[in-house]
Nanobody
């Protein structure tokens, strides 16, 4: 089981990117899926969460500019980022809480490999 991320890249300020995170492998179910980011010299911070029921939470810094969604049939989460700013530059990581088997009492925590987002002014 692994999380495979894609969609990062370099854009100018004001541009948009859509990140994808797909859970590959055999699992029972997915709980919450989240996006984090880590800029150079800074701690990893939460960007957005989407729970299994579809409710979402956003960091104040991205509210109104980012939208997190998921396609449960594809075991995939998306992060649509608009109006990007230079301070959005970071490595973006996907996180998923996975139930690997029906007998699991608690979900397992999985991370993607990270994808670089660079926003130039």
């Amino acid at each position: 089981v692994q999380l495979v991320e894609s969609g990062g890249g370099s854009v100018q300020a004001g541009g948009s990117l859509r990140l994808s995170c797909t859970v590959s492998g055999t699992i029972f179910s997915i709980n919450a899926m989240s996006w984090y980011r880590q800029a150079p010299g800074k701690q990893r911070e939460l960007v957005a969460v989407i729970r299994s029921g579809g409710s979402t939470v956003y960091a104040d810094s991205v509210k109104g500019r980012c939208t997190v969604s998921r396609d449960n049939a594809k075991n995939t989460s998306y992060l649509q980022m608009n109006s990007l700013r230079p301070d959005d530059t970071a490595v973006y990581y996907c996180n998923a809480e996975l139930y690997l088997a029906n007998r699991d009492l608690d979900p397992w925590d999985y991370w993607g490999q990270g994808t670089q987002v660079t926003v130039s002014s």
